[in-house]
């Protein structure tokens, strides 16, 4: 995904509200947008195209997504999807409740079909009726919550199976699937997802790459989430020593990357934290720590033209985080 593809796609987050994002979809042109497959590793295959990443796991099982991008693309997905396998759609996963991981679910799920029996049944009233949608409860509720008289989110594209507390798991394709949730991150109701067997995990927006992250504050978000998310990650991950490789992660937006990416990026934001921390003990103002640069050292590397979240922005966010 190239820096300009990624700055077009991140831009929507940064809009903050579940409204914004989804007016921010109706000014794109989707019939230019081009869907891409990369293979991760094991069963895994990671696809771009606009919006968040999108995970697909492959098997004699069927097919599982994590994330589902924007309406419009649906088609286009299923297509990449099916040049891997033929197989029937089972499970979605949602990452989080953002309009650009999420738009896809209710189209994605009609093509789909729900395992009725072995470990899901009686989990959902719908069984059969297209694929099954997990998410955390605190990301349902935020897709079924009322924005300016409308439900946020389509009601059938809500998820049909939620779990509250720290983890949900699955055996699909012949690997464990472990859906953790890590609270107050990105939103309150993000979840890595690890396929076992493959090492690969998909990071949603816990993890994102060539931009700073967005803390999405309305939706229960906070810099100390996003830090234990990052350290969640790096303590998942396994290395190859001495080179690249081991573990695979597939950030929300930006590259395949492995541990060493997200070691790189887990170090910027604790130092930012950290330094916008010692600000907010001091007593100082929102306009004095932003004119005090606290992101002044990766700016050539995170806040490039044209992009939404600039260091301004992150530091206003990690700093509203603190102050709470």
């Known amino acids: 995904m190239t820096r300009a593809k990624f700055n077009i796609a991140f831009a929507a987050l940064a809009l903050a509200t579940l409204g914004g994002l989804a007016v921010f979809a109706q000014q794109q042109n989707f019939d230019n947008v081009e869907v891409h497959l990369q293979k991760a590793q094991g069963n895994i295959y990671m696809l771009v195209g606009a919006g968040g990443n999108v995970t697909v796991q492959i098997g ?33 996963i949602n990452t989080h409740s ?63 199976s939620t779990f509250l507390g720290d983890d949900k798991k699955l055996y699909f394709n012949g690997e464990g699937v472990h859906i953790i949730h890590q ?3 990105h939103t309150d109701g993000d979840s890595l997802v690890f396929f076992r067997k493959s090492d690969v995990i998909s990071a949603g927006d816990l993890f994102v790459t060539g931009g700073y992250p967005f803390i999405d504050l309305n939706a229960g978000g906070n810099i100390q989430g996003i830090v234990a998310g990052l350290n969640r990650i790096v303590d998942m991950c396994i290395p190859v020593y001495g080179q690249e490789g081991g573990t695979m992660v597939i950030p929300g937006h930006g590259r395949l990357s492995d541990v060493g990416d997200v070691i790189n990026v887990r170090e910027m934001v604790t130092i930012v934290r950290d330094r916008v921390q010692d600000m907010v003990k001091k007593n100082m103002t929102l306009d004095q720590v932003k004119a005090a640069k606290p992101t002044r050292d990766y700016d050539t590397l995170y806040n490039e033209p044209g992009s939404f979240v600039t260091g301004d922005a992150f530091v206003e966010a990690v700093y509203r985080s603190l102050k709470k």
């Not at 599982?64 to 649906?74: E, I, K």
């Not at 989990?123 to 990301?139: F, S, Y």
């Open 98 to 160: 953002h309009p650009d991981h999420v738009g896809g679910n209710e189209n994605l799920k009609k093509a789909g079909a729900t395992i009725a029996g072995g470990n899901v049944a009686g989990d959902i009233g719908d069984a059969a009726q297209g694929a099954q949608i997990l998410a955390h409860l605190n990301a349902y509720k935020h897709m079924s919550a009322r924005v300016n008289g409308q439900f946020a989110t389509p009601p059938a594209a809500w998820p049909t």
């Open 183 to 185: 609270p107050s991150a």
């Open 60 to 92: 004699s099982d069927g097919v599982l997504l994590v994330d589902t991008q924007y309406a419009p693309l649906s088609n286009k997905i299923l297509a990449a999807v099916r040049t891997l396998s033929q197989g029937p759609l089972r499970y979605i």
